[in-house]
């Protein structure tokens, strides 16, 4: 992965790392394979996937559904040079989308450059503004990019942070960065939050069939990066795309109590 950046006020920092997942690079490469080498579930993939839709917790609550996307996208072995990374802005209240004015993302696994042909297509078609601060310390995104580097080579990333923002102007925005087989686009966002293990099994239930049958109605009660699920699902239904669950369990599966739980859900979208 590049990693060589003259001027280091262009690059955003990891804000998560050694919180979310580790810090040191050698630990969290062998984290992240672990979790996409242990998701035995998946069986081996003989497409490529076009999206997907990933949980973005820390490492030890959804690591292990998110490695089942990545597995995933591992296996096809897909020619990946672009991804547009697309998710919540959980600490900046914004209406639209946001792409970020900077030059690269980095983690501790090196520094990813920014796809400027992607972000200026956003700009010019007015589809999405610029802004570094709802970017600056959102996890949504970042917490895709280990798993990124782990699996691809070197690539171009595009991270698009949403606001208030309808599953039509979602939509627009990745149509016209969909590109062909180099561009993958990743929907960052848990599901349910702060329900009794049942209760959360029960919604997220519901948020899986809206999923499967390629609704753009779920709520953000029912997952946190609902309007990039809504904007990906108008399209696989416009494009009559095919859409697999791979995995969903929650917190109190993986990493906590079951008073109070997350839900995590991976999901594979496939064009004809």
Not at 87 to 98: K, T
């Amino acid at each position: 992965m590049l990693s060589l950046v003259r001027d280091m006020s262009r690059v955003r920092p990891p804000a998560v790392a050694g919180l979310f997942y580790p810090r040191d690079a050698d630990q969290l490469r062998a984290a992240v394979t672990g979790y996409i080498d242990a998701c035995t579930q998946v069986a081996p993939a003989r497409r490529r996937p076009k999206a997907l839709i990933v949980p973005h917790a820390g490492f030890p609550y959804s690591g292990a559904v998110a490695g089942c996307a990545y597995r995933v996208l591992r296996d096809s072995a897909a020619p990946v040079s672009k991804v547009v990374v697309i998710g919540p802005s959980h600490r900046v209240p914004m209406r639209g989308l946001a792409v970020p004015s900077l030059d690269w993302f980095a983690t501790p696994l090196g520094n990813i450059p920014i796809d400027r042909e992607g972000r200026q297509r956003l700009r010019e078609f007015g589809l999405a503004g610029t802004s570094d601060a709802p970017h600056a310390a959102e996890h949504s995104l970042e917490l895709q990019l280990p798993f990124l580097q782990t699996v691809l080579a070197d690539f171009e990333l595009l991270p698009i942070a949403v606001g208030l923002a309808p599953p039509g102007q979602v939509a627009r925005a990745l149509d016209a960065v969909w590109g062909g087989p180099e561009t993958l686009i990743v929907v960052s966002s848990d599901l349910s939050h702060h329900h009794t293990y049942a209760e959360a099994r029960k919604l997220d239930d519901l948020a899986m069939h809206s999923i499967l049958e390629r609704r753009d109605d779920l709520a953000d009660e029912q997952a946190c990066g609902a309007r990039g699920i809504n904007g990906l699902m108008r399209i696989a239904r416009r494009r009559d795309l095919e859409v697999e669950l791979l995995d969903q369990r929650n917190s109190g599966d993986t990493a906590g109590d079951r008073s109070r739980v997350v839900g995590y859900g991976s999901y594979a979208v496939y064009e004809a």
